[in-house]
């Protein structure tokens, strides 16, 4: 006798590549596999899910990190419940590709790491989908901004000034991004760039992309940089990359400085002057040898603003600033810090 997930199994086997079954029935399939933890799948108070081998996982709720009883019958069950999420994007997970980059169904980010790689077993991070899209209201009813710098930010997207989103792993960079996106005007043209799709913009004219990871002899890869260059030619108002890991900021910072106006995208950096510091390094690798100090000149020319975001240390989210590019000055970034969250 076939038990239901078998057979779920067994139907899913038949199709190469892309899982080819409705998003309802596939979401039920790689839900199976990972039953050990589908209670925090489907709980929206849980933010995250981290999963260090079969017999450790921890969760974020509400800012906060949590022990769980929860695990996996062994290393083989963890690792087949991540290579059907790489089967159902038409990517890999074995030993020639022990890392993946992909999302769940419900728009969920997952990355995972196989052995040798990582020590103590497969390990997994799941950033979960919110299922609610964000406003700036709620923003503001959360605490992560006051209403005089939501209001700022209102009229800098409306005014088409171009933004970087800064912050720490794990910041919140994503959902202001998110936000953001969400005050462009309805009647401009919106092409998004994603590594894997996060972003949930919520105007009606959007064209969203994704990368391609190569396939098992290597080929086929299609990086942020190649999509950038279509989405140049696809009469774009407004360009959004989720985020800016490498060279397509030197890709980037040239769209900005050629009429491209009200670009925005995120980028790891501890304050407003290293984002910018960043994406000099970022441009830096992308294998064109320009000057630094030209590429200086392309970054504070190219941006507008920086939104600084951080997790405080009682787990929130919060704003912390907002940063106006004034150009150069004998060499140097000139900034004005237009906002910064209030004392308490």
């Known amino acids: 006798m076939t038990t239901t997930g078998e057979g779920e199994l067994n139907k899913t086997q038949k199709t190469e590549g892309s899982v080819s079954l ?10 199976l596999f990972f039953a050990p933890v589908q209670e925090y ?5 849980v933010s995250e899910i981290l999963i260090n081998g079969p017999r450790q996982v921890y969760i974020e709720r509400k800012g906060k990190l949590m022990f769980t009883s929860a695990n996996f019958i062994n290393e083989q069950a963890l690792e087949a419940a991540v290579m059907n999420v790489a089967r159902s994007v038409g990517r890999f997970f074995n030993a020639e590709n022990p890392q993946l980059d992909a999302r769940l ?3 969920s980010r997952l990355h995972a790491v196989m052995p040798p790689l990582s020590r103590a077993g497969t390990m997994v991070a799941i950033r979960k989908f919110r299922r609610e899209k964000l406003t700036l209201q709620q923003l503001i009813d959360f605490g992560s901004v006051t209403p005089e710098g939501a209001t700022l930010l209102g009229e800098i997207v409306k005014s088409g000034k171009n933004i970087i989103v800064s912050g720490a792993t794990s910041s919140g960079k994503t959902s202001v991004l998110n936000v953001l996106s969400a005050l462009i005007p309805e009647n401009q043209r ?3 760039l994603e590594d894997a799709s996060e972003l949930q913009l919520q105007q009606t004219h959007v064209g969203c992309f994704e990368t391609r990871k190569p396939d098992e002899h290597g080929k086929g890869e299609i990086t942020i940089r190649d999509l950038l260059r279509s989405v140049l030619r696809l009469r774009p108002d407004r360009i959004i990359v989720g985020e800016i890991r490498g060279g397509e900021a030197l890709d980037m910072l040239q769209a900005m400085n050629t009429g491209h106006d009200g670009c925005m995208s ?3 950096a501890n ?3 290293d984002s910018l510091s960043r994406l ?9 040898e320009i000057p630094l100090a030209v590429i200086r000149e392309q970054v504070a020319s190219a941006i507008n603003i920086v939104v600084q975001t951080a997790r405080l240390s009682d787990g929130s989210r919060k704003i912390t600033g907002i940063t106006k590019v004034l150009g150069l000055e004998n060499g140097q970034y000139k900034l004005e810090d237009i906002y910064s969250l209030p004392a308490h």
Request: glycine letters at 6%.
């Open 22 to 31: 409705k998003p309802k029935a596939k979401a039920s399939y790689l839900y």
């Open 41 to 45: 799948l489907m709980d929206d108070e």
């Open 105 to 107: 169904p419900d728009g």
């Open 190 to 192: 919106i092409l998004v």
């Open 266 to 268: 995120t980028i790891h």
């Open 271 to 273: 304050s407003a002057k």
């Open 280 to 288: 000099e390094t970022c441009s830096l690798l992308s294998g064109v």
